[in-house]
């Protein structure tokens, strides 16, 4: 066989079976990320809905407890099963993209593979309790990815699907409130001129209403102040998170946010302006108008400890951002560059990611050490420091002790001083002179580091005000919200010669 012919037979091979050979290669992606995830255990949020099903929406609760009752205390299923979802929303993503931007193929791949190793979402894969985050998303894009279909060329079985679909998504989670709106913009801005109809999208704005008001009083009680439905769409194209000053500054200046989010709509302008790709304002609008409930948990703008609730704005965002990869390789000089280019930002994605994997790990093996410690002490004590987030890594001491649960056993406790973690090993790394803390029957007195301190303060952030002297030690009080001090302390132990109450 001549290589001219080795060649067509291989492309005609490629068209032929490129689902197929996108689908295994998409897993094999999956594994080479997330095998550093194997082995961490709950954090955070885990905790509470172990011990509270009932706060999930009824579709989703019904998975969640399937999942507790099944895997028990054992956390690698929980994982692999958030994994399966994800694996799951990427075929979605794939087939939704290439719908969208009408271009090679591979563009879905790379809207896939953009999604999957977004950090500003790690918390939907490594939290055990993930899945509450991926399944109504994976509801909401198939949904939309058989309207899809039906756009193109309606059946009465396309049809029975896309509103058995839609109905389940709209009626699984308030996160799926927006989702007409997101039709709409699929009739008016992918369906061709000649092919849109007002017609189709009726039965789903009634299914859409009755979805709304079933969700009415977790709608009606959101915050839907500007900051708090807009803002944090900015971590999906931006997923490293803010320095603690720079959220602080926001927080204390609102007017900064105003100008920031006037030069991203303006850069988003001209880009539209200078592609002029119908599938770019597409994706930009929808992943505004997906932002309908923001969600009831905040999103840290310095660890992005929320952000599983940007799931669907993520995948809008992809569509846009290939898109505009797509409308530069028009340019025969810009098609080299372009490949090189993205190929570059998804291995700097995947080493995020992997990031973002090690830092769970590392929380996770010191909550455990945490629990056992809190465990033995046989009596209630008080958390100090109180450590909150490491990185992406919600490590949330207090949590784990709160509950009784298959992973944790409640232990009363007093949280004492949160602070953020910073290093791995956060005794040795906070700068806290424990040789110098002062401790009596009310309140114990701490010198930390001004800077550390800085670094390490909670949302808002207010902390940073404190003495700007590089090198000096701010003095702590730490005093009960009531009653005495704890006789015992951790992960700070007093010393041998402290008081005791």
């Known amino acids: 066989m001549s290589e001219e012919k080795k060649v067509s037979v291989l492309v005609q091979w490629r068209r032929?079976?490129?689902?197929?050979?996108?689908?295994?290669?998409?897993?094999?992606?999956?594994?080479?990320?997330?095998?550093?995830?194997?082995?961490?255990?709950?954090?955070?949020?885990?905790?509470?809905?172990?011990?509270?099903?009932?706060?999930?929406?009824?579709?989703?609760?019904?998975?969640?407890?399937?999942?507790?009752?099944?895997?028990?205390?054992?956390?690698?299923?929980?994982?692999?099963?958030?994994?399966?979802?994800?694996?799951?929303?990427?075929?979605?993503?794939?087939?939704?993209?290439?719908?969208?931007?009408?271009?090679?193929?591979?563009?879905?791949?790379?809207a896939a593979l953009f999604f999957m190793a977004n950090p500003v979402h790690s918390e939907a894969v490594?939290?055990?309790?993930?899945?509450?985050?991926?399944?109504?998303?994976?509801?909401?894009?198939?949904?939309?990815?058989?309207?899809?279909?039906?756009?193109?060329?309606?059946?009465?079985?396309?049809?029975?699907?896309?509103?058995?679909?839609?109905?389940?998504?709209?009626?699984?989670?308030?996160?799926?409130?927006?989702?007409?709106?997101?039709?709409?913009?699929?009739?008016?801005?992918?369906?061709?001129?000649?092919?849109?109809?007002?017609?189709?999208?009726?039965?789903?704005?009634?299914?859409?209403?009755?979805?709304?008001?079933?969700?009415?009083?977790?709608?009606?009680?959101?915050?839907?102040?500007?900051?708090?439905?807009?803002?944090?769409?900015?971590?999906?194209?931006?997923?490293?998170?803010?320095?603690?000053?720079?959220?602080?500054?926001?927080?204390?200046?609102?007017?900064?946010?105003?100008?920031?989010?006037?030069?991203?709509?303006?850069?988003?302008?001209?880009?539209?302006?200078?592609?002029?790709?119908r599938a770019i304002l597409f994706g930009i609008l929808a992943m505004l108008a997906i932002r309908f409930y923001p969600g009831d948990r905040m999103i840290d703008p310095v660890h992005l400890i929320g952000g599983g609730q940007l799931l669907l704005p993520t995948v809008f965002f992809n569509i846009a951002l290939v898109t505009v990869f797509f409308r530069m390789m028009d340019h025969p000089r810009w098609r080299l560059p372009v490949v090189s280019g993205t190929t570059l930002i998804v291995i700097v994605f995947f080493c995020m990611m992997i990031r973002s994997e090690l830092a769970w790990r590392t929380a996770s093996e010191q909550v455990k050490a945490f629990q056992a410690e809190a465990v033995k002490a046989g009596e209630p004590i008080g958390v100090l420091p109180d450590y909150r987030y490491f990185r992406t890594a919600p490590v949330c001491l207090s949590e784990s002790i709160q509950h009784d649960t298959p992973f944790s056993t409640r232990v009363p406790h007093e949280s004492l001083l949160a602070l953020h973690q910073l290093h791995a090993t956060p005794l040795h790394k906070t700068k806290i002179r424990t040789e110098a803390a002062q401790w009596s029957d009310d309140k114990v007195k701490l010198w930390i580091d001004c800077a550390t301190l800085r670094e390490a303060a909670p949302w808002p952030y207010d902390l940073l005000r404190s003495s700007k002297t590089e090198g000096a030690a701010c003095v702590v009080e730490v005093e009960p919200k009531s009653g005495a001090l704890p006789r015992k302390t951790l992960p700070l132990t007093p010393p041998a010669d402290a008081p005791v109450p």
Not at 75 to 87: E, I
Not at 144 to 164: F, I, R, T
Not at 220 to 244: E, I, K, Q, T, W
């Open 126 to 277: 490594l939290n055990l309790s993930g899945s509450t985050d991926l399944f109504p998303a994976l509801l909401g894009l198939g949904a939309l990815v058989a309207y899809a279909e039906v756009a193109v060329g309606a059946s009465a079985w396309k049809w029975a699907l896309a509103l058995a679909l839609f109905a389940i998504a709209a009626l699984a989670s308030p996160m799926n409130a927006g989702l007409i709106f997101i039709i709409l913009l699929w009739e008016i801005l992918i369906v061709e001129p000649g092919a849109r109809s007002w017609k189709r999208p009726l039965p789903f704005a009634t299914l859409a209403l009755a979805g709304i008001v079933h969700f009415w009083p977790l709608l009606s009680a959101a915050d839907h102040r500007f900051s708090n439905l807009f803002a944090p769409v900015y971590f999906v194209a931006y997923p490293l998170g803010f320095l603690p000053e720079s959220a602080q500054r926001f927080h204390e200046h609102p007017w900064t946010g105003w100008v920031a989010a006037f030069a991203a709509l303006a850069v988003a302008t001209l880009i539209y302006w200078k592609a002029r790709r």
């Open 16 to 110: 032929r079976y490129r689902g197929g050979y996108d689908a295994v290669t998409m897993v094999l992606y999956i594994a080479l990320v997330y095998v550093w995830a194997l082995g961490i255990g709950p954090l955070g949020r885990d905790f509470a809905l172990m011990a509270e099903p009932e706060r999930l929406p009824r579709i989703v609760r019904a998975l969640w407890e399937v999942e507790l009752k099944i895997f028990g205390a054992n956390a690698t299923p929980y994982l692999l099963l958030n994994l399966l979802l994800l694996y799951a929303c990427m075929l979605l993503i794939y087939r939704l993209t290439n719908r969208a931007v009408q271009g090679p193929w591979w563009l879905g791949t790379l």
